[in-house]
């Protein structure tokens, strides 16, 4: 079994920054692809990025390209977030997601996922 649990999601102002990381445990995890999904009230969940298990690979929608970067620490178990220049528009609820192989992730059929965490982008 694999839990993960993301954190860092907060209130913050148009074109300012956060940081969104998720912590995973159980099986081994660092030979998992990771992603980052986001729920926004009334929408569909939406995928955002993806990473590979070496971290040599990554995949972003086109709607985050050049404003937000994924990564991981294999060390650590952990895959971060790094959204810049946020608009209102980024607000939603994000979701992080796990499973071996990162085509899944990208089609949103990953196996395991987070609760999520709340990003809120004031005008």
């Known amino acids: 079994q694999v839990q993960l649990v993301e954190s860092g999601g907060g209130l913050v102002q148009a074109g300012g920054s956060l940081r969104l990381s998720c912590a995973t445990s159980g099986r081994t995890v660092s030979s998992y692809a990771g992603g980052w999904f986001r729920q926004a009230p009334g929408k569909e969940r939406e995928f955002v990025a993806a990473i590979s298990w070496s971290g040599g690979n990554t995949y972003y929608a086109d709607s985050v390209k050049g404003r937000f970067t994924i990564s991981r620490d294999n060390a650590k178990n952990t895959v971060y977030l790094q959204m810049n220049t946020l608009k209102p528009g980024d607000s939603a609820v994000y979701y992080c997601?796990?499973?071996?192989?990162?085509?899944?992730?990208?089609?949103?059929?990953?196996?395991?996922w987070g609760q999520g965490t709340q990003v809120t982008v004031s005008s």
């Open positions: 997601a796990a499973d071996p192989d990162p085509r899944t992730v990208v089609a949103g059929s990953a196996s395991y």
